[in-house]
C-alpha cells in the first residue's frame, strides 16, 4: 500500500514455504536432478541462504529460518536462522529489508557473500555475489510447492 508515496511495510513478502529449485533442463518445478546437488551453481557455500535444490523457508516477525532435507550421506544441513529485527544473527550474518527484497550479508574469512531473496512471479529469487576478487553473481529461482506452508 502507497500512502504519501511511501512504501508501508506491507510490501515486505513472506518467504514461508517448500521451495524447489527450478531446473531449466527439467521443466519449471521439477527438482534439480540429484547429479546436480552439489554443483558450484546450487551450492552457494558460504552463503546464509543455501537451500541447493530444495528448502523450506519459516519466517516469523523477526526471524527466518532455513531447513533443508538430508543430502544423498543422510545427513541434513544445520539450521540457518537469521534475526529480522536488525540484530546480528549468530550465523555471523546482518539482515536488512529494502522494500520488497531482503538483503543478508555474511561476513566470512576475509570476505562477504551478499544474497538479495525477492519474490518473482511467485517465484524464489536468490541472488549471491561474492567478495572480490570471486566469481560471477549466481542467481537461483526456486518455486513453492503447493502444499508447503
Given at each position: 500500500m502507497l500512502l504519501g508515496g511511501r512504501v508501508t511495510a506491507q510490501t515486505q513478502p513472506d518467504f514461508s514455504g517448500h521451495w524447489v529449485l527450478v531446473n531449466p533442463g527439467t521443466g519449471a518445478g521439477q527438482p534439480a536432478s540429484s547429479r546436480a546437488s552439489r554443483s558450484?551453481?546450487?551450492?552457494?557455500?558460504?552463503?546464509?541462504?543455501?537451500?541447493?535444490?530444495?528448502?523450506?523457508?519459516?519466517?516469523?516477525?523477526?526471524?527466518?529460518?532455513i531447513s533443508r532435507p538430508a543430502g544423498q550421506d543422510g545427513v541434513a544441513a544445520?539450521?540457518?536462522?537469521?534475526?529480522?529485527?536488525?540484530?546480528?544473527?549468530?550465523?555471523?550474518?546482518s539482515v536488512k529489508w529494502d522494500g520488497a527484497t531482503l538483503v543478508v550479508i555474511r561476513s566470512i574469512a576475509m570476505s562477504a557473500v551478499t544474497q538479495i531473496l525477492s519474490l518473482q512471479d511467485g517465484k524464489l529469487r536468490v541472488v549471491s555475489a561474492f567478495g572480490a576478487g570471486g566469481p560471477e553473481p549466481v542467481t537461483l529461482m526456486y518455486e513453492r510447492r503447493p502444499d508447503s506452508l
Open positions: 558450484p551453481q546450487t551450492d552457494i557455500r558460504g552463503g546464509a541462504i543455501n537451500c541447493v535444490n530444495e528448502c523450506t523457508i519459516v519466517q516469523k516477525a523477526d526471524t527466518l529460518s544445520k539450521d540457518v536462522v537469521l534475526s529480522l529485527d536488525g540484530h546480528q544473527s549468530s550465523f555471523n550474518a
